[in-house]
């Protein structure tokens, strides 16, 4: 049923965001961010459960800390540089949308810097005898 | 074994998992092909550690074997010194051992020619030795106390006439012997020279000492 209040936020927000637009477009993207938030942040508490299903899972097949730790980490990296580009791209600004999307897209690459670092280490401890 | 294997391929196949789910998750593709590269080092990281317990095992046996061989040595160079003053040692004792030994048998020996050959009782035959550069043992000096036998004594007196003459093996020099009378001379210079004779001696070092029966 939360589908259905979510999408209800959502056409009620479109609305009123149709109609303050022609008035007041600042107001508008303030709406706009605001229902987005508001949809994101109810929709955290889905997320969290359907990561302590996948903690507990990791935690019994007894999966490397640092492993999971990583893919959270990525998860949560993923959705929020993803939120901000849009938000920042419904306001008109695709450069910023862009620059945020960047920065995800790094921090992604420097949470593999320690694995990269261990399995080079190891490479390079397995060829010279 | 059974356990670990289960355990490993339990892990791979639960991140392969996550990550086809991340895949649904990620809110657009621009993002995708980051994150697939490092799902995909996770993944191999997953795939690989065995190997890096066994690498790590390896280095592990490695610095236990060279300190282990470090000990080895440090506890080996310090017995090494001992050992071999333990041999000296021994060696010194077996030497003593074998000269004590060769000059009770020398004296015997002696002491039973004599007797045998020249019919008197030897009191004491004292025979000294010592170890030259060739650790070999060299006769030094033999030293025979004798008495010529009354013709009437028999041996049961002859141990007890014994006691009273063993106090008196002073050193004596040849110089100081100074037999009785002539008989004994030429009794001594016989011993002397069959001594000679047989154990390829000098005569300065054989001392005689030839005593009056009682």
Redesign the interface.
């Known amino acids: 049923m939360e589908i259905i209040q979510v999408v209800g936020i959502g056409i009620i927000a479109t609305f009123l965001v149709l109609v303050i637009k022609e008035q007041k477009p600042v107001f508008a993207f303030l709406l706009a961010t605001f229902t987005g938030i508001v949809i994101f942040i109810a929709l955290a508490g889905k997320i969290a459960e359907v990561i302590r299903v996948?903690e507990h899972?990791?935690t019994q097949?007894?999966?490397?800390n640092l492993?999971f730790e990583?893919?959270l980490k990525?998860?949560g990296i993923?959705?929020i540089?993803?939120?901000g580009a849009?938000v920042t791209r419904d306001a008109g600004q695709g450069s910023i949308a862009s620059k945020i999307?960047l920065a995800?897209?790094l921090l992604?690459?420097v949470?593999?810097i320690p694995?990269?670092t261990?399995?080079i280490e190891?490479v390079i401890?397995?060829l010279p005898a | 074994m059974v356990e670990w294997l289960t355990?490993w391929i339990?892990?791979i196949?639960?991140?392969v998992l996550?990550?086809t789910?991340?895949d649904l998750?990620?809110?657009?593709h621009?993002?995708e092909r980051?994150?697939k590269?490092?799902?995909g080092?996770?993944i191999?990281?997953?795939i690989?550690?065995p190997?890096?317990k066994l690498?790590k095992n390896d280095?592990n046996l490695a610095n236990l074997a060279t300190t282990i061989q470090h000990k080895w040595n440090m506890k080996e160079m310090s017995p090494i010194r001992d050992i071999k003053e333990n041999a000296d040692k021994l060696q010194k004792n077996q030497d003593q051992l074998i000269q004590k030994q060769t000059e009770k048998s020398m004296e015997k020996i002696i002491k039973q020619n004599i007797q045998t050959k020249f019919g008197v009782e030897v009191v004491q035959a004292k025979v000294k030795t010592e170890l030259n550069r060739n650790h070999v043992l060299e006769i030094k000096q033999i030293e025979v106390v004798t008495r010529t036998k009354s013709i009437n004594q028999k041996s049961p007196t002859k141990t007890k006439s014994m006691e009273p003459v063993a106090p008196v093996h002073v050193e004596i020099t040849p110089t100081i012997i100074k037999p009785s009378n002539q008989v004994d001379k030429s009794l001594a210079k016989e011993i002397t020279e069959y001594l000679k004779q047989s154990w390829q001696v000098t005569t300065e070092q054989i001392h005689i000492l030839i005593e009056a029966p009682r």
């Open positions: 996948l899972l990791a097949a007894r999966v490397n492993f990583t893919i990525i998860v993923a959705y540089a993803e939120f849009q999307e995800g897209k992604i690459m949470m593999a694995i990269i261990v399995i190891t401890q397995i | 355990d339990k892990q196949i639960l991140l996550i990550a789910f991340l998750l990620l809110p657009n621009s993002m980051y994150v590269l490092v799902m080092l996770i191999i990281m997953a690989l550690s190997i890096f690498i280095l």
